[in-house]
Nanobody, 126 residues
């Protein structure tokens, strides 16, 4: 059974930083691409960042570019998302997700995800 467990969400001040983690089990973690997606209050689920199976390729949404960094440690079955220069608009539930296959396409359907964790809440507020 695929399991994805996120952690690291917290209350942060604007301009602050957080590190989110996702521990995966039940599948060959190092064998495929992964992603972070989020759902802001009142909004639809949206892509944040993607990472290829070996970490050699990454993709970021325009909102994440330059502020967030995705990485993975296949030996630990763990993926990370470093959030920097946080803005109030980053307040959201962040989910770790398993991709069916890799894509650089901005509009790649989010419905293509094959699994998603329960999420970790990031609240940015002063």
């Amino acid at each position: 059974e695929v399991q994805l467990v996120e952690s690291g969400g917290a209350l942060a001040q604007p301009g602050g930083s957080l590190r989110l983690s996702c521990v995966a089990s039940g599948f060959n973690f190092g064998g495929g691409p992964m992603a972070w997606v989020r759902q802001r209050p009142g909004k639809e689920l949206e892509w944040v960042s993607r990472i290829s199976h070996d970490g050699g390729a990454t993709w970021y949404s325009d909102r994440a570019k330059g502020r967030f960094t995705i990485s993975r440690d296949n030996a630990k079955n763990t993926m990370y998302l470093d959030l920097n220069s946080l803005q109030t608009e980053d307040t959201a539930m962040y989910y770790c997700a398993k991709m069916r296959f890799w894509s650089f396409i901005d509009s790649f359907p989010i419905s293509s995800l094959t699994a998603r964790g329960q999420g970790t809440l990031v609240t940015v507020s002063s």
